[in-house]
């Protein structure tokens, strides 16, 4: 099927150049806009499988925007910017962002990065499609949260080195979350290079000259 896609950037020459080299590598550009708002609204009018936002746009910065489609898993988010520094990645990330691109970019950029947000984002709804019944996503919580006090208290792992190994063990294996912590539980599963649990000491036997029980 041919992959949906709305573009999301106010530089008119930027939007028409992403257009043409979509539609020539076989992408079908449903709609397009430069403005924020309106590519939340398009979003959920053509139901794409991806929304390529720039972060600096009027009515809704690319951020914001992206904040909300992914809040409701609409599509995959693709954020352009000028600026590769850390923290604005990081806030992008945060947002909902699966993929990233610093223009200028070229085509040998593009396509790789959408590909990615793809792949990234298929991955998170079929593990929420996996638990959509609410007594398997309270099971799925209480199973997560156990496995992270193993790993915590086996491996030295923080709460959220914990839950980080088990979130991205679950997309790189295709597994649900349950799964992994289920394994992290019955010792199947730890992370590489932690240290092994520490084992309790067993009990001391009874000596030779140990006094019977009368």
Do not use: C, W
């Not at 690319?62 to 609409?74: H, V």
Request: hydrophobic share 40%; charged share 30%; no cysteine.
């Amino acid at each position: 099927m041919t992959t949906r896609v709305v573009i999301a950037e106010d530089e008119a020459i930027i939007r028409l150049d992403l257009k043409e080299t979509l539609e020539e590598e076989g992408y079908e550009v449903v709609a397009e806009t430069g403005r924020g708002d309106e590519a939340v609204q398009l979003v959920r009018r053509h139901e794409p499988d991806i929304a390529i936002l720039d972060i600096k746009m009027p009515g809704l910065d690319g951020l914001s925007a992206a904040r909300e489609i992914a809040g409701e898993r609409r599509a995959a988010v693709l954020i352009l910017t000028a600026f590769s520094q850390r923290d604005l990645i990081e806030r992008a990330r945060d947002a909902g962002a699966l993929a990233y691109l610093v223009k200028p970019f070229q085509k040998a950029d593009l396509l790789p990065a959408l590909e990615i947000a793809l792949g990234r984002f298929k991955d998170m709804k079929a593990l929420h499609d996996q638990a959509t019944n609410l007594g398997d996503q309270l099971e799925t919580r209480k199973a997560v949260e156990r496995a992270k006090g193993k790993l915590m208290d086996d491996h030295g792992l923080s709460e959220g080195q914990a839950f980080s190994f088990i979130q991205k063990t679950a997309m790189r294996e295709r597994r649900t979350m349950r799964t992994v912590a289920d394994g992290v539980l019955d010792g199947s599963l730890v992370p590489s290079g932690a240290p092994p649990p520490t084992a309790s000491s067993p009990p001391d036997p009874p000596g030779d000259g140990a006094a019977p029980r009368p």
